[in-house]
């Protein structure tokens, strides 16, 4: 079997790691992708012209016309959980099986999420800015968490784990999700307005998708309190950042937090993220050593599956899958 790691040396080291590149080349023989950008289309049709499997970050993406160019390649393993940048419907057409990670982000991002809270809160990132300028910081009032009221969009995984970590903290929780069911007497499930209206810390979740384009708008932006921050670390898509910058510039809620944005790579658009009342951090919420061993030593495990003849844990059209290597007697 033949391989290609799509990955970026950087997004190598940063995402994939010597380990799992180890337990790759230990199944399969590698092919690096050297380049500093990732590889377009015609880029990873020449890069991949023998492979048997591609092993994609998410910056590399999967455009349909590429799977009948490959009529070796059987698989398409992402070592991420968003898939949005593959054509899985040309990948099935051509019988060419897609993979995803599942999410081992979930305390960095959950964690990320209470740094967030603490810095607008406390101004920890404007003072400690002013002292590195050689200026005294202005002295103003923090906010404690503790019997603060967070509001949660979204109650996925990590929706779920930043719940238990505020109650801890002695948060008062509001979820809004119309998809989830919640029994915890000390959660209130309640509808996005009420969330929004009530919330002293309003942290987006939830899924991007098309129902969930610009949910946060203008009129989503206008029920929040004044004293209140908006916090995103789900994806910039969810966002009309002409609205939340209007509201951050003119004070109409006291600031916000990002890790992600319209920017590429879902990083921060650096127009929203240079505003003097947002703190902004570069798409780093999963970058731990523990959540990136997630992800890449499962992308080894999918791929000794694949060489096997088995459709992994991840596969997303396990039945459409006719590039099936013949399995061992």
Not at 103 to 122: C, K, Q, Y
Request: charged share 20%; hydrophobic share 50%.
């Amino acid at each position: 079997m033949k391989l290609l790691l799509a990955h970026t040396p950087q997004m190598r080291r940063d995402y994939y790691g010597e380990r799992s590149l180890s337990g790759l080349r230990a199944l399969a023989e590698v092919k690096l992708h050297d380049g500093s950008e990732a590889l377009d289309a015609a880029g990873l049709v020449a890069a991949a012209a023998d492979a048997d499997v591609i092993v994609a970050d998410r910056m590399t993406q999967g455009p349909g016309e590429i799977f009948a160019k490959l009529p070796r390649l059987r698989a398409f393993v992402r070592c991420a959980v968003d898939i949005r940048n593959i054509d899985v419907n040309a990948a099935s057409a051509a019988g060419v099986l897609v993979t995803r990670a599942s999410p081992g982000f979930v305390p960095a991002v959950a964690e990320l999420a209470l740094g967030f809270m603490v810095d607008l809160s406390r101004s920890v990132s404007r003072a400690t800015a002013d002292y590195h300028a050689g200026s005294a910081p202005e002295v103003v009032m923090g906010r404690q968490l503790s019997g603060s009221r967070i509001g949660i969009i979204g109650y996925g995984s990590i929706g779920r784990y930043l719940a238990d970590l505020a109650r801890a903290l002695g948060m008062q929780v509001l979820v809004a999700d119309p998809f989830v069911s919640i029994d915890d007497a000390a959660i209130q499930h309640v509808p996005l307005d009420d969330l929004l209206a009530r919330s002293d810390y309003v942290v987006c979740l939830a899924i991007a998708n098309e129902a969930t384009e610009n949910l946060i708008g203008k009129a989503a932006l206008a029920r929040m309190q004044k004293h209140a921050f908006f916090i995103n670390l789900s994806r910039g898509n969810l966002v009309d950042e002409a609205a939340l910058a209007a509201v951050l510039i003119d004070g109409r809620i006291a600031g916000a937090a990002m890790d992600v944005g319209r920017a590429p790579d879902q990083m921060p658009s650096p127009d929203l993220a240079k505003l003097p009342n947002v703190i902004a951090t570069p798409h780093v919420g999963g970058l731990t050593p523990e959540a990136i061993e997630h992800q890449s030593s499962e992308t080894v495990r999918q791929v000794a599956e694949i060489i096997r003849g088995n459709a992994p844990v991840g596969a997303v059209n396990a039945g459409s899958w006719t590039r099936r290597p013949e399995k061992a007697a």
